[in-house]
């Protein structure tokens, strides 16, 4: 199981776009459509599903927010760290 990380390894991991609350990182992403953004929660949950680490994911008009943290260890490990990004490769 991974480790939790230290408040200042969370700030120096933060992925673009990424903020800490609490015990979760937290990324609202925009787009031009709804449907541009159940398209993009769609891919991420696959990448969550090969990673075999899952996000919340929040659909509105124009925007995906997307929350992550590792339930197993209560708090933020790397494994969120790194799904972020690739939330973000998605993204860009
Ligand atoms: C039993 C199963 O492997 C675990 O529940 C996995 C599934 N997806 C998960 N997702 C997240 N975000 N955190 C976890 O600790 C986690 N654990």
Do not use: C
């Given at each position: 199981?991974?480790?939790?990380?230290s408040?200042e390894?969370?700030?120096?991991?933060?992925?673009?776009?990424?903020?800490?609350?609490g015990?979760?990182?937290?990324?609202?992403?925009e787009?031009?459509s709804?449907?541009?953004?159940?398209?993009?929660?769609?891919?991420?949950?696959?990448?969550?599903?090969?990673?075999?680490?899952?996000?919340e994911?929040?659909?509105?008009?124009?925007?995906?927010?997307?929350?992550?943290?590792?339930?197993?260890?209560?708090?933020?490990?790397?494994?969120?760290?790194?799904l972020?990004?690739?939330f973000?490769?998605?993204?860009?």
């Amino acid at each position: 199981m991974a480790d939790l990380l230290s408040d200042e390894e969370i700030e120096e991991k933060l992925p673009k776009g990424w903020n800490r609350e609490g015990t979760e990182i937290v990324r609202t992403y925009e787009f031009d459509s709804y449907l541009d953004g159940v398209g993009f929660a769609a891919g991420a949950g696959g990448v969550a599903e090969d990673a075999w680490h899952h996000p919340e994911i929040t659909i509105t008009y124009g925007s995906v927010e997307v929350r992550l943290t590792t339930h197993d260890a209560g708090g933020i490990t790397e494994n969120d760290m790194q799904l972020a990004e690739r939330f973000n490769d998605i993204y860009e």
